[in-house]
């Protein structure tokens, strides 16, 4: 088995095209006909963003660990439980809040018909596919420890 997933792998490095990404960033950059300046903007606007979303991804994650400890206590604390939920809930709102900053921070770089054409796609800049977050068993799915996951699979606690 091992030496199969070796082996797909090394087809794939190999096959592997170089150009520019699809989707996200890279790929409406040609269809909002960006200037060189656009790009080396949103670029900066872009790495702040995804800065400040990690460390508050991280700050989540930490949350929901501490919220494991206190769902598998002994004897759990319901007011700790939902203060710790509190907590998480108002982190992920402030994450959502950079993301739609980060939105606006793109537009202003653009002209009014790129603008058109940025707001008539879905959600560009979210991921590159327009779902926003949905619910899946990759990264942002189902979390591991509340059973939200069907089947029992352990999803992974990137959301």
Known sequence: MRIITIIILSSMILTA?????????????????LTTEQIME???????YMKERMSARADVAS??????QLMIA????????????????????????????????IRAQ??????????????MGRGGNGRGNGRGYGRGGYNAFDGSCPNGRRGNMNW
């Open 74 to 105: 002994e004897d759990p604390n319901q007011r700790k439980i939902e203060a710790q939920l509190k907590k998480i809930h108002t982190k992920e709102a402030a994450i959502e809040d950079v993301w739609v900053q980060h939105r606006l921070n």
């Open 17 to 33: 095209q170089p150009g520019k990404a699809r989707g996200g960033y890279y790929g409406w950059s040609d269809q909002l006909n």
């Open 42 to 48: 949103i670029n900066t606007l872009r790495t702040e």
């Open 63 to 68: 949350l929901r660990l501490d919220l494991r």
């Open 110 to 123: 653009l002209t009014e018909e790129q603008r058109v054409l940025y707001d008539s796609k879905p959600m």
